[in-house]
């Protein structure tokens, strides 16, 4: 019997409101294309930090090594709320049978590469961000991609591929 896969979506990708500016960013021809092959988890990691909806833009800044999670506006440093929920949630991750992410680009919790603010000159450095990083760090084999990338339909071909196998692994890794 095959199991079904399930990836995980960053959940303003799947249409649910939960930006930073309440809003969401669908990606209807993602989904459209996505639906019939697998199930879809939405996830929201600063909605489900208790961040709120609507809530203040975030950026990373300081090191790219270790960057901090700051609203622009009232400098508040959410880094260690966003890490210790993203080690929670992360516990229960495996358990969900979740065999692969799609994540917002560009997000400070969620993308795979992110601009890290500092005092420096020229174009800042890229990390993952927050959430993003953590799962690469405790997950490495776990396909991850970004909508921007999943645009392209070679792309979204190959991504899917990596996930029947990741998905294909984690099955005979069971037996």
């Known amino acids: 019997m095959n199991t079904p896969i399930t990836i995980g979506i960053s959940a303003c990708l799947f ?3 939960t930006r930073y500016d309440g809003g969401h960013r669908l990606e209807p021809l993602l989904i459209k294309r996505l639906v019939p092959l697998v199930t879809l988890a939405p996830l929201c990691p600063e909605a489900e930090s208790g961040l709120g909806i609507p809530r203040e833009p975030m950026r990373l800044e300081g090191d790219p090594k ?5 609203t622009i506006t009232s400098r508040c440093d959410l880094s260690d709320r966003m890490r210790s929920w993203s080690a929670r949630r992360l516990d229960a991750f495996a358990s969900e049978g979740i065999v692969g992410l799609i994540l917002k680009a560009r997000s400070p919790s969620c993308g795979k590469r992110v601009a890290v603010h500092g005092e ?5 450095p890229c990390t993952p961000g927050l959430f993003a990083g953590m799962v690469m760090e405790r997950f490495p084999d776990l396909p991850i ?3 921007e990338e999943l645009r392209d339909p070679a792309r979204l071909a190959d991504f899917l591929r990596h996930i029947a196998i990741h998905s294909r692994n984690k099955q005979e890794d069971l037996k």
């Not at 270790?66 to 700051?70: F, V």
């Not at 420096?120 to 800042?124: F, H, S, V």
């Open 66 to 70: 270790n960057p901090r999670l700051m």
């Open 120 to 124: 420096g000159e020229g174009a800042p």
């Open 15 to 17: 249409g649910k409101n």
């Open 145 to 147: 991609a970004d909508e």
